[in-house]
């Protein structure tokens, strides 16, 4: 019996290397295209590799969608811009702004400053800032948005046809196929993340939060490990993504909060009243907490997986960086790096889970806090 | 794009996306799968305590069981030994009533010997009588034919009487 399977694995070896080496080839191939395109598109001068504004830029936002280069040829999708300013609504499409150099209706894409890289208004020169303009409401469609909109679209396709299976089944068939997979991540939200920090019996109102939460977060994750469109977009790294979540978190925790849970916030039983009169020490405390637990939320999320995507452009920026001083020590390294680009891709495939993983667990913990039993 | 800066555009539609993506994955996903899984584990959970019930029902039978064959055992024993007592009873009485009867039946055998040997006796001693009366009536008168020895006999007798 083992003999046997020894032997099948032995077979399917080379099938595996060969795989993995195919991987390994596209996503260099793909980080190779991506910072090609920026050396000519982004820097004048098209020979000095900038390293800083390729990672910066990829983990950024933007108001158009790289897609790659054939040759010269470069396809971008121009994305939306929507703003209102002084109460018209101005839309037009991103293409106007020509990368960042040209200005439409007075916008323009700020090069430096608090909103550099956002719309602001500039004079009709088309560069200079307008010192008196009024606050841009700016709500376009980002890579981001189109991004999360895919992620989203994507999601509910696929776990509505997982729910299509489980709408009057039988209670003892089997899982098969797609439930198969997903059955052990739902039960492990429900038995390790929400029945353990929240408790058996007040759990399952959280449920359709946790739930959607985690695998949000964890499909998003996998999706920003996709080299090419549609992934690739650092969604959960990005700190309005992670703030948006985190403002679901203090909204349910406070949404379903019981009178334990304000009691405790505005006046804690069982400590000294000198603490919370006159000078109200705890609950300034534990207000500041309520918003403090789900800041943490954001900020965990939001910089770790920033920095996994930075660590991994960094790597491959590498190749390029010493490419730049030596071709020869360029080629030389690459392979080392790319067999190093793998091993962390695995690793982000592991912190992609953890942090969906420890989002989901924190969310529950504060909800579980949020729904005390009060019998101290 | 700053990275710390959260954008009020892309806030806007997370919001939004993810509101949707939470109303339906709840509608059309979590409450159908999560029904199931619980449906699930009470049932398993109910099978589960039937079964162990079944086994300790089964054990209780296992127990009446054997209690039942020692009680028809010791019943079937007792049964054997009352009968084997009651026959030796039948036994004995027959016995007895058998040996009652011929004691009976050779004390009526006993008094008919008696009385057939009485009969007998008296049977004889009939016909003895007469056979003697006879003899005797056949001796006197043969005695008495001879006349003169008679008278001699007589005189003698006389004689005797008067020498007295």
């Known amino acids: 019996m083992r003999e046997e399977i020894h032997g099948r694995s032995k077979s399917t070896w080379l099938w595996k290397v060969l795989c993995l080496s195919l991987l390994v080839f596209l996503s260099s191939a793909?980080?190779?295209?991506?910072?090609?395109?920026?050396?000519?598109?982004?820097?004048?001068?098209?020979?000095?590799?900038?390293?800083?504004?390729?990672?910066?830029?990829?983990?950024?936002?933007?108001?158009?969608?790289?897609?790659?280069?054939?040759?010269?040829?470069?396809?971008?999708?121009?994305?939306?811009?929507?703003?209102?300013?002084?109460?018209?609504?101005?839309?037009?499409?991103?293409?106007?702004?020509?990368?960042?150099?040209?200005?439409?209706?007075n916008f323009a894409i700020a090069d430096e400053g608090r909103r550099k890289g956002r719309v602001i208004r500039v004079l009709d020169d088309g560069q200079t800032p307008d010192p008196?303009?009024?606050?841009?409401?700016?709500?376009?469609?980002?890579?981001?948005?189109?991004?999360?909109?895919?992620?989203?679209?994507?999601?509910?396709?696929?776990?509505?046809?997982?729910?299509?299976?489980?709408?009057?089944?039988?209670?003892?068939?089997?899982?098969?196929?797609?439930?198969?997979?997903?059955?052990?991540?739902?039960?492990?939200?429900?038995?390790?993340?929400?029945?353990?920090?929240?408790?058996?019996?007040?759990?399952?109102?959280?449920?359709?939060?946790?739930?959607?939460?985690?695998?949000?977060?964890?499909?998003?994750?996998?999706?920003?490990?996709?080299?090419?469109?549609?992934?690739?977009?650092?969604?959960?790294?990005?700190?309005?993504?992670?703030?948006?979540?985190a403002m679901f978190t203090f909204f349910f925790t406070h949404w379903y909060a019981n009178k334990h849970y304000w009691k405790q916030m505005f006046n804690m039983p069982g400590v000294p009243v000198f603490l919370k009169f006159p000078v109200p020490i705890l609950p300034l405390v534990e207000v500041m907490g309520a918003f403090i637990k789900p800041f943490t939320l954001m900020i965990r999320l939001f910089a770790n997986m920033t920095a996994g995507h930075m660590v991994i452009l960094?790597?491959?920026?590498?190749?390029?960086?010493?490419?730049?001083?030596?071709?020869?020590?360029?080629?030389?390294?690459?392979?080392?790096?790319?067999?190093?680009?793998?091993?962390?891709?695995?690793?982000?495939?592991?912190?992609?889970?953890?942090?969906?993983y420890i989002f989901t667990l924190f969310s529950a913990f504060f909800f579980g806090m949020a729904v005390p039993k009060g019998a101290h | 794009m700053e990275l710390l800066m959260p954008g009020l555009g892309l806030i806007f539609w997370m919001t939004i996306a993810f509101a949707v993506v939470l109303y339906i994955l709840k509608k059309y996903a979590w409450q159908p799968i999560l029904q199931i899984l619980n449906a699930r584990e009470k049932e398993l959970a109910k099978s589960f305590s039937d079964a162990k019930h079944i086994e300790y029902e089964m054990s209780q039978l296992d127990v009446a069981k054997s209690k039942k064959i020692a009680e028809a055992e010791k019943s079937y024993k007792e049964i054997v030994a009352k009968a084997e007592a009651d026959a030796d009873l039948i036994i004995e009485e027959a016995k007895q009533k058998a040996r009652e009867e011929a004691q009976e039946i050779g004390e009526k055998a006993e008094e008919?010997?008696?009385?057939?040997?009485?009969?007998?006796?008296?049977?004889?001693?009939?016909?003895?009588?007469?056979?003697?009366?006879?003899?005797?009536?056949?001796?006197?008168?043969?005695?008495?034919?001879?006349?003169?020895?008679?008278?001699?006999?007589?005189?003698?007798?006389?004689?005797?009487?008067?020498?007295?």
Not at chain 1, 54 to 76: A, C, F, N, P, Q
Not at chain 1, 184 to 211: C, T
Not at chain 1, 334 to 351: A, R
């Open chain 1, 132 to 245: 008196e303009a009024a606050t841009i409401y700016d709500l376009s469609m980002t890579k981001t948005v189109l991004a999360v909109f895919i992620a989203s679209f994507l999601l509910c396709w696929l776990f509505v046809s997982v729910g299509k299976k489980y709408r009057g089944a039988d209670v003892y068939s089997t899982p098969k196929g797609l439930p198969l997979l997903f059955e052990p991540l739902i039960l492990f939200v429900r038995d390790q993340i929400a029945i353990l920090a929240i408790g058996p019996d007040r759990y399952q109102r959280f449920m359709p939060y946790l739930l959607t939460a985690f695998f949000f977060i964890f499909f998003n994750n996998l999706l920003g490990l996709v080299p090419f469109f549609p992934g690739g977009v650092n969604i959960t790294g990005n700190i309005s993504v992670t703030f948006v979540l």
């Open chain 1, 30 to 105: 793909a980080s190779y295209g991506a910072i090609d395109n920026v050396q000519v598109s982004d820097n004048d001068e098209g020979k000095q590799f900038d390293a800083r504004s390729v990672i910066i830029d990829h983990v950024l936002d933007s108001y158009e969608w790289h897609l790659l280069d054939i040759g010269e040829k470069d396809i971008t999708i121009h994305l939306p811009v929507i703003l209102f300013y002084e109460s018209s609504l101005y839309v037009f499409s991103s293409r106007r702004f020509e990368h960042g150099e040209a200005s439409h209706k």
């Open chain 1, 314 to 356: 960094s790597l491959t920026s590498l190749i390029f960086v010493l490419g730049s001083v030596s071709a020869l020590i360029g080629y030389s390294v690459s392979p080392l790096t790319v067999l190093f680009l793998v091993f962390l891709n695995f690793l982000k495939i592991l912190v992609s889970f953890l942090q969906a």
């Open chain 2, 112 to 164: 008919m010997i008696l009385q057939y040997k009485k009969e007998a006796y008296s049977q004889i001693k009939e016909q003895l009588s007469s056979l003697s009366l006879e003899l005797a009536e056949q001796v006197l008168l043969e005695e008495f034919s001879d006349r003169g020895r008679n008278r001699q006999y007589v005189s003698k007798l006389l004689d005797k009487m008067n020498v007295n």
